[in-house]
């Protein structure tokens, strides 16, 4: 849990340095319907019909699963700094490239850190005229069997959105 106060540091001096998931184990025979007030859990936020998570689609030609959370261009699951993703871009959309000069939009890599990368998606008449951003952030925790990745994908639009992709 992050917990800050306004009063003591201005919004440019905070810096968060670790985030800590949290989660809870029930038993098996648990009922949804004995939650009591005293938790903090409610209702809506373990039923099915929670709506906050990455729905996902499968491209039936290409069998890829990809995103689309703005309805413009299908992003694929995988972080933007591997080779791969901008294979599968391309396959999803076959109307943008990174180097292709008849295609109507290009895409626009920038590297950060080998762990952050930034992708634009210009126009190729004019490559200031930005259509779509978004950044991807490459998160490892090391398990003692496996090591798992997340992807943090922040889409940016009139409204900033945050997906972690497991």
């Known amino acids: 849990m992050l917990n800050i106060r306004s009063e ?11 985030i ?11 009922n949804i319907n004995e939650i009591g007030n005293e938790l903090l859990i409610n209702e809506k936020n373990i039923s099915s019909e929670n709506k906050d998570y990455i729905e996902y689609k499968e491209d039936l030609d290409s069998k890829l699963k990809y995103m689309n959370p703005l309805k413009i261009f299908k992003l694929p699951l995988s972080f933007a700094g591997f080779s791969k993703f901008i294979i599968d871009f391309k ?19 920038k590297e950060i850190t080998p762990y952050e990368v930034k992708i634009y998606i210009t126009l190729q008449e004019d490559k200031s005229i930005v259509i779509y951003k978004f ?3 490459l998160i490892t925790i090391p398990k003692i069997e496996r090591k798992e990745i997340f992807i943090e994908r922040t ?7 945050i997906f972690l992709i497991i």
Do not use: G
């Not at 800590?20 to 648990?30: N, Q, R, T």
């Open 91 to 109: 396959k999803l959309n076959p109307n943008v490239s990174d180097s292709d000069p008849n295609l109507k939009y290009i895409l626009n890599i």
């Open 135 to 137: 950044t991807d952030i």
């Open 155 to 161: 889409v940016k639009s009139k409204n900033n959105y």
């Open 20 to 30: 800590i998931f949290s989660y809870h184990i029930y038993f098996i025979d648990y």
């Open 8 to 18: 003591d540091y201005s919004s440019e001096d905070n810096k968060v340095i670790s």
